[in-house]
Nanobody, 124 residues
């Protein structure tokens, strides 16, 4: 079975940093586009970032561009999200997701087939 497990969430003050990790198992991780999404209470799920299978291409949502960095370690089957200069509006549940083959260039949740359970990020 495909499994994605997020970790690294927590509470931080505005201006602080967190690094999320998503470990994967059960499939050919190296051939998959990996993405991060977030959902705040009462809001729709929002695309945060995505990275191509080889790691050469990255995509970011406008609210996080310049502050967040997505990366991946294919040997460890892990994808990361480094979040800097955090703002209260970044507070949300953050989800890792995978899409077979390449990224589309758009951060649409419906393009991703497997999801983790999420990790909570709270910025005050």
């Amino acid at each position: 079975d495909v499994q994605l497990v997020e970790s690294g969430g927590g509470s931080v003050q505005a201006g602080g940093s967190l690094k999320l990790s998503c470990t994967t198992s059960g499939y050919m991780y190296g051939g998959y586009c990996m993405g991060w999404f977030r959902q705040a209470p009462g809001k729709e799920r929002e695309g945060v970032a995505a990275i191509s299978p080889g790691g050469q291409l990255t995509y970011y949502g406008k609210p996080v561009k310049g502050r967040f960095t997505i990366s991946r370690d294919n040997a460890e089957k892990t994808v990361y999200l480094q979040m800097n200069s955090l703002k209260p509006e970044d507070t949300a549940m953050y989800y890792c997701a995978s899409r077979k083959w390449g990224c589309t260039g758009e951060l649409r949740a419906e393009d991703y087939s497997a999801w983790g359970q999420g990790t909570q990020v709270t910025v005050s």
